[in-house]
């Protein structure tokens, strides 16, 4: 096979293999929901030591399609899930779950997902070895944008997870053949048929962001979204016409008119049967995920979304509000909880930016004179209610009315002015000084779970388990650090990256939403953005080295003092074209560093495999915006790049010309 078309196969693989393992993973072990990048960590880790293990003298990695298939197999076998009669809080994975505990699951899936990923890294070092350096990464890039938008095809199409196998074991045998060992063959048959089996499951289906599975229990259709109970429902009048967090916002809100209402985290539809029996004469109707709502659609007995006052929009709750001009009555967040983090991003979960002080000062322009917003879940800590009464507090300028239902449920519900809510006088009322809620979320720090700025312990031991295991596998796999002294600039090059890629991440979800959509987009423009840097360093003459250091310095400060919340206000097209100026001219810049150095070093797969590493490591500081924020990842990038520069070699940064 043509050693460009091999590297372009082995690099879809790669990036392929990735999204994959990220959205099985997370559907069939809901510990994985809270480390979204867990599973990137151990993908970086890997190809990292695959570039590291090459050597022209070793066969074929024949070991990778062993490993992923044993992966399907264990996790087929043991998943892990949410006990549905569970009362325990459900942040940070202090669940009550059935199947192996997050000190042992975690562990070994990093471990194998390294193992995993691997064998196509190995794959496409040998490529590098046998074209010129950046023509090698060129074709590894445009390899990569090819397995993204692959996966994001079918994540469009909604196709079930045996096709994703299919697909990974076709390009397998295709990429170790011409005639693969038996085993290898047998190790893909088994991966798919464990995919088959699970796709053939009754109820069982996947959306953009989850594992969907519904089971009937007579009148009442129950959804388990990753393993984590979602939704129950049944007829509107059995289920929520005398439930008091349901019923409870509308006696707050007293004779007031709810002519025209939203309602955002509509899911199955129960909330809109509850409001057009309360008399709503318009109703939008805002849920993230089309699979979701889709059951809704198909199975919910009231039929709301066929009535003619509804209006079904597939779309981020935030996003929707910053795009819309109309005014409503009355605002619901019902139940938008996802339970799962974005891919890309540590600790962005898809409901994070819905909860911002600057999300409900948004709610509270929508709102007509007389109108009023609520807001109901299973909130599960005083605290958080406190928190989320303190929001509400900020952004509408009194207290609003608190009443908790249970130990687990609440309901909060504000007018416009104070005149237009009126506060119940039950035991279950709450004024909001008596909860003792933390200050707001923010854009800039959207943590809605977490009570103070610090990272949990949980993180700190996922952190420190993730380092320990790639120090001693670097060095049993690559041998001597000193092999990658040379490059420790293309290491912090790595690191740095990393956390520019997650900044892209973050800014584009609060513009344009958290969909799986906009995700699909940054990552692919990340990876154009690259190979647009790749492309212009080898076809044109670009500046010295300190001339394109101080570049990025300047691109990071612009994108630093120009914050994303600034551009909320723009219309759709300006806000694109600044988001992308302002995201991805760094990105450029970086990476005609990275080319410019890459050019020019002795040992590529050594050098990449280095700056695979560097991007690892770049994952787990990530989580310092739990401390200081997002908007700060920008200067931790700035001081990455600053090391860098300080560690290039002499003869790089101030090159010799030869007369």
Same mark, same amino acid.
């Given at each position: 096979?043509?050693?460009?078309?091999r590297? &372009?196969?082995?690099?879809?693989?790669?990036l392929?293999?990735?999204?994959?393992l990220?959205?099985?993973?997370?559907?069939?072990? =809901?510990?994985?929901?809270?480390?979204?990048n867990?599973?990137?960590?151990?993908?970086?880790?890997?190809?990292? /030591?695959g570039?590291?293990? !090459?050597?022209?003298?070793?066969?074929?990695?024949?070991?990778f399609?062993?490993?992923?298939a044993?992966?399907?197999?264990?996790?087929?076998?043991?998943?892990?899930?949410?006990?549905?009669?569970?009362?325990?809080?459900?942040?940070?994975?202090?669940?009550?779950?059935?199947?192996?505990?997050?000190?042992?699951?975690?562990?070994?899936?990093?471990?194998?997902?390294?193992?995993?990923?691997?064998?196509?890294?190995?794959?496409?070092?040998?490529?590098?070895?046998?074209?010129?350096?950046?023509?090698?990464?060129?074709?590894d890039?445009?390899g990569?944008?090819?397995?993204?938008?692959?996966f994001?095809a079918?994540?469009?199409?909604?196709?079930?997870s045996?096709? !994703?196998?299919?697909?990974?074991?076709? %390009?397998?045998?295709?990429?170790? *053949?011409?005639?693969?060992?038996?085993?290898?063959? $047998?190790?893909?048959?088994?991966?798919?048929?464990?995919?088959?089996?699970?796709?053939?499951?009754?109820g &069982?289906?996947?959306?953009?962001?989850?594992k969907?599975?519904?089971?009937?229990?007579?009148?009442?259709?129950?959804?388990? $979204?990753?393993?984590?109970?979602?939704? @129950?429902?049944?007829?509107?009048?059995?289920?929520? #016409?005398?439930?008091?967090?349901?019923?409870?916002p509308y006696?707050?809100?007293?004779?007031?008119?709810?002519?025209?209402?939203?309602?955002?985290?509509?899911?199955?539809?129960?909330?809109?049967?509850?409001?057009?029996?309360?008399? #709503?004469?318009?109703?939008?109707?805002?849920?993230?995920?089309?699979?979701?709502?889709?059951?809704g659609?198909?199975?919910?007995?009231?039929?709301?979304?066929?009535?003619?006052?509804?209006?079904?929009?597939?779309?981020?709750?935030?996003?929707?509000?910053?795009?819309?001009?109309k005014?409503?009555?009355?605002?619901?967040f019902?139940?938008?909880d996802? /339970?799962?983090?974005v891919?890309?991003?540590?600790? %962005? +979960?898809?409901?994070?930016?819905?909860?911002?002080?600057?999300?409900l000062?948004?709610?509270?322009?929508?709102?007509k004179?007389?109108?009023?917003?609520?807001?109901?879940?299973?909130?599960?800590?005083? !605290?958080? &209610?406190? +928190?989320?009464?303190?929001?509400?507090?900020?952004?509408?300028?009194?207290?609003?009315?608190? @009443?908790?239902?249970?130990?687990?449920r609440?309901?909060?519900?504000?007018?416009?002015?104070?005149?237009?809510?009126?506060?119940?006088?039950?035991?279950?009322?709450?004024?909001?000084?008596?909860?003792?809620?933390?200050?707001?979320?923010? @854009?800039?720090?959207?943590?809605?779970?977490?009570?103070?700025?610090?990272?949990?312990?949980?993180?700190?031991y996922?952190?420190?388990?993730?380092?320990?295991?790639?120090l001693?596998?670097?060095?049993?796999?690559? *041998?001597?650090?000193?092999?990658?002294?040379?490059?420790?600039?293309?290491?912090?090059?790595?690191a740095?990256?990393l956390?520019?890629?997650?900044?892209?991440?973050?800014?584009?979800a609060? /513009?344009?939403g958290?969909? !799986?959509?906009?995700?699909?987009?940054?990552?692919?423009?990340?990876?154009?953005?690259?190979?647009?840097?790749v492309?212009?360093?080898?076809?044109?003459?670009?500046?010295?080295m300190?001339?394109?250091?101080?570049?990025?310095?300047?691109?990071?400060?612009?994108?630093?003092?120009?914050?994303?919340?600034?551009?909320?206000? /723009?219309?759709?097209?300006p806000?694109?074209? #600044?988001?992308? =100026?302002?995201?991805?001219?760094?990105?450029f810049?970086?990476?005609? =560093?990275?080319?410019?150095?890459?050019?020019?070093?002795?040992?590529?797969?050594?050098?990449?495999?280095?700056?695979?590493l560097?991007?690892?490591?770049?994952?787990?500081?990530?989580?310092?915006?739990?401390?200081v924020?997002y908007?700060?990842?920008?200067?931790?990038?700035?001081?990455?790049?600053?090391?860098?520069?300080?560690?290039?070699?002499?003869?790089v940064?101030?090159?010799?010309? &030869?007369?």
């Amino acid at each position: 096979m043509n050693v460009r078309l091999r590297l &372009v196969l082995a690099s879809a693989l790669m990036l392929f293999i990735e999204l994959a393992l990220i959205r099985w993973l997370t559907g069939n072990v =809901v510990h994985l929901g809270y480390f979204s990048n867990f599973v990137l960590l151990g993908s970086f880790l890997g190809v990292g /030591l695959g570039f590291l293990r !090459w050597n022209p003298t070793r066969g074929r990695p024949y070991y990778f399609p062993v490993a992923l298939a044993t992966l399907v197999l264990l996790v087929s076998a043991f998943p892990v899930t949410v006990n549905r009669g569970s009362g325990d809080v459900v942040f940070f994975t202090s669940l009550g779950t059935s199947g192996p505990p997050p000190w042992l699951a975690l562990p070994i899936i990093f471990i194998v997902v390294a193992l995993v990923l691997a064998g196509p890294g190995e794959l496409v070092a040998a490529c590098f070895n046998e074209l010129p350096r950046l023509e090698a990464y060129r074709w590894d890039l445009i390899g990569s944008l090819l397995g993204i938008a692959s996966f994001t095809a079918l994540s469009f199409l909604r196709a079930p997870s045996f096709v !994703w196998g299919t697909i990974v074991a076709i %390009l397998i045998i295709v990429l170790l *053949g011409p005639v693969p060992p038996i085993w290898v063959s $047998v190790a893909a048959v088994a991966m798919v048929g464990a995919l088959v089996f699970e796709s053939s499951t009754l109820g &069982v289906s996947w959306s953009p962001y989850y594992k969907v599975k519904t089971t009937q229990s007579g009148e009442v259709t129950r959804i388990d $979204v990753n393993g984590v109970p979602h939704q @129950d429902f049944g007829r509107m009048t059995d289920k929520v #016409a005398a439930d008091p967090q349901y019923v409870v916002p509308y006696d707050r809100i007293g004779d007031n008119p709810i002519d025209d209402v939203l309602i955002v985290g509509a899911g199955s539809g129960t909330d809109i049967a509850l409001a057009l029996s309360k008399g #709503a004469k318009r109703i939008d109707a805002v849920e993230i995920d089309p699979r979701i709502q889709q059951i809704g659609e198909e199975v919910n007995p009231d039929k709301p979304y066929s009535d003619p006052r509804v209006t079904a929009h597939i779309n981020d709750g935030r996003a929707f509000l910053e795009r819309t001009n109309k005014k409503y009555d009355l605002i619901i967040f019902a139940l938008p909880d996802s /339970l799962t983090l974005v891919a890309g991003a540590s600790q %962005l +979960r898809l409901e994070s930016y819905l909860f911002t002080e600057q999300s409900l000062e948004a709610v509270q322009e929508h709102l007509k004179p007389g109108g009023a917003f609520a807001m109901y879940n299973y909130y599960r800590e005083d !605290w958080l &209610v406190g +928190r989320l009464g303190n929001t509400a507090a900020a952004a509408f300028g009194h207290d609003p009315c608190i @009443d908790l239902l249970s130990a687990v449920r609440a309901v909060i519900v504000i007018g416009k002015t104070a005149a237009d809510q009126t506060c119940g006088t039950g035991e279950e009322a709450r004024s909001l000084a008596s909860l003792n809620g933390p200050k707001p979320a923010s @854009d800039n720090r959207p943590f809605l779970y977490l009570k103070d700025p610090g990272i949990p312990t949980i993180y700190l031991y996922a952190i420190a388990m993730i380092l320990f295991i790639s120090l001693v596998s670097v060095r049993v796999v690559g *041998g001597p650090f000193r092999r990658m002294r040379p490059y420790a600039d293309l290491f912090f090059l790595g690191a740095a990256f990393l956390l520019l890629q997650t900044k892209s991440v973050i800014g584009f979800a609060l /513009l344009f939403g958290t969909t !799986w959509v906009v995700n699909a987009i940054v990552f692919m423009g990340v990876l154009l953005a690259v190979l647009a840097a790749v492309e212009t360093t080898r076809r044109f003459r670009t500046p010295s080295m300190p001339v394109m250091y101080a570049l990025l310095a300047a691109s990071l400060a612009l994108s630093y003092f120009i914050p994303n919340s600034s551009l909320l206000s /723009l219309p759709l097209w300006p806000r694109l074209i #600044a988001a992308t =100026v302002l995201a991805f001219l760094p990105i450029f810049f970086a990476n005609i =560093v990275f080319s410019k150095r890459f050019a020019d070093t002795a040992d590529p797969t050594t050098a990449f495999g280095a700056n695979l590493l560097g991007a690892m490591v770049g994952g787990c500081l990530e989580y310092t915006a739990l401390i200081v924020g997002y908007p700060a990842l920008l200067g931790l990038a700035a001081i990455l790049y600053a090391a860098a520069f300080l560690l290039m070699p002499r003869a790089v940064r101030v090159p010799v010309s &030869v007369a």
